[in-house]
């Protein structure tokens, strides 16, 4: 009898001497993440204040409703970029609660406007290691991810740039070479295998994963809409300065998907800025003249990083909820 009324007082002991060993970690924790995200909402609102000028003359220029749409559908085209991101990641066997990728994805892409464009990677390789994902996989993971979306962006403008217009082919004919090139590169073996060989001779374990045909070709199918949305997004501008229809759509649905290929591929610049903004202008100017599509171009930089902004704080939000 003694032996038996003692159990439970002991449990009972344990258990509260037990109790306030989580509570500590569960604090700082919390804590941690609410001050993640005030910077992530600080840093964005202080990005968008640098960029008042632009913002202002955007406004003034296309109109308030137009911005509107034009913002709404910017928010749409960079949703579907994290969601190459996803797809790529369950094509690798790397399944994190949707809630958890998207907070880490859109709050790690602030970094990209920063020198270096690499600090998104950066970000994402050490957010992996709370899934219990290897740095070298989730670096893997993102050069997959820069490398289906610059190979979809150069795709997309070499299927739509030479027949947007009449004289599109006898300027962008060189675009259509890349073409096979584009779709060896896409190969799910392909990066991955190179992955491993450089790994190999770097003395690193390889990825010790590969990347499943599914999850490339959803990623590719993501790809795609979102630079439907992103020319969408830019043809709703265009109409501030000239009709607007198919041919204009597609020039703008390629213009902005090999733009944005191109700020990618050029590390340097913080998210392709000038970059983008360059190859808009010799895309859209035969259309809507060179100033205006550098005002479009401009517009476009504004309300992309506005949605970046938006999303990442949505992000954080939704971070600091999760246990």
């Not at 190179?194 to 499943?212: H, I, Q």
Request: glycine content about 12%; overall charge positive; proline content about 5%.
């Amino acid at each position: 009898m003694t032996a038996t009324s003692s159990d439970p007082v002991s449990a009972t002991e344990a258990g509260s001497s037990a109790t306030p060993g989580p509570t500590r970690p569960s604090l700082a924790k919390r804590l941690l993440k609410i001050g993640l995200a005030l910077v992530v909402v600080l840093g964005g609102a202080y990005l968008v204040w640098r960029q008042r000028a632009d913002l202002a003359t955007a406004v003034q220029e296309l109109s308030l409703g137009r911005f509107a749409i034009a913002g709404v559908l910017a928010i749409a085209g960079t949703m579907l970029i994290g969601q190459i991101w996803v797809a790529l990641l369950h094509g690798m066997s790397i399944r994190p609660s949707l809630r958890d990728s998207h907070s880490v994805f859109y709050v790690s892409q602030l970094g990209k406007y920063l020198p270096g464009s690499v600090w998104p990677v950066v970000a994402q390789m050490q957010f992996g290691l709370r899934w219990g994902v290897a740095r070298r996989t989730m670096l893997g993971a993102n050069i997959l991810f820069m490398g289906v979306v610059v190979a979809s962006g150069i795709g997309v403008g070499a299927l739509l740039l030479p027949w947007s217009s009449s004289e599109g082919l006898s300027r962008y004919w060189w675009l259509l070479l890349l073409l096979v090139p584009l779709a060896v590169c896409l190969h799910p073996r392909v990066v991955p295998g190179m992955l491993d060989w450089l790994f190999a001779r770097l003395g690193r374990e390889p990825l010790g994963v590969r990347l499943s045909a599914r999850g490339l070709f959803t990623a590719i199918g993501w790809a795609v809409l979102a630079w439907v949305a992103f020319g969408l997004h830019l043809a709703v501008m265009m109409q501030s300065y000239a009709s607007v229809g198919l041919l204009e759509v597609a020039a703008a649905t390629g213009g902005m998907a090999l733009a944005w290929a191109a700020g990618i591929a050029f590390i340097p610049a913080p998210a392709g800025a000038g970059i983008r903004e360059g190859l808009l202008a010799l895309t859209l100017g035969p259309i809507i003249g060179v100033p205006e599509a550098l005002t479009v171009a401009l517009a476009s930089r504004v309300l992309l990083l506005l949605a970046d902004v938006v999303l990442a704080g949505l992000g954080a939000v939704a971070g600091r909820r999760t246990s």
